[in-house]
Nanobody
Framework: VQLVESGGGSVQAGESLRLSCVAS??????MGWYHQAPGKGRGEVVI???????RYTESVKGRFTVSRDYAKNTLYLQMDNLKLEDSGTYFC???????????????????WGRGTRVTVFG
């Protein structure tokens, strides 16, 4: 499956953005959003199973919300109250589930998008 992210941009701290990730075909996926700050490694933001079960990293709880439109094969990330440290590139990831509908604890994503850049300024 191919993944294409969009929705990045430059915003002031406290503002919002919504990212989108479109998958090239439908399927039963564990999907996620990852964040890579400049000069740093890629870190998990949120993962979501095909059953809607969700795991957020602590730093985004209460500010970011993941959702999925199964008809459009699209995963969204609503980011509110953005902070300077949220700047970076956001990557979408997917892994087709062979058994069950929940993400495994370590998803080991096989498919990645190219990313969309978010810049938050003060």
């Amino acid at each position: 499956v191919q993944l294409v992210e969009s929705g990045g941009g430059s915003v002031q701290a406290g503002e919002s953005l919504r990212l989108s990730c479109v998958a090239s075909r439908s399927g039963r996926y564990c999907m996620g959003w990852y964040h890579q700050a400049p000069g740093k490694g890629r870190g998990e933001v949120v993962i979501q199973g095909a059953d809607g079960s969700t795991r957020y990293t602590e730093s985004v709880k209460g500010r970011f919300t993941v959702s999925r439109d199964y008809a459009k094969n699209t995963l969204y990330l609503q980011m509110d109250n953005l902070k300077l440290e949220d700047s970076g590139t956001y990557f979408c990831a997917a892994r087709e589930l062979l058994f069950g509908y929940a993400c495994p604890s370590s998803p080991d994503f096989r498919n990645w998008g190219r990313g969309t850049r978010v810049t938050v300024f003060g």
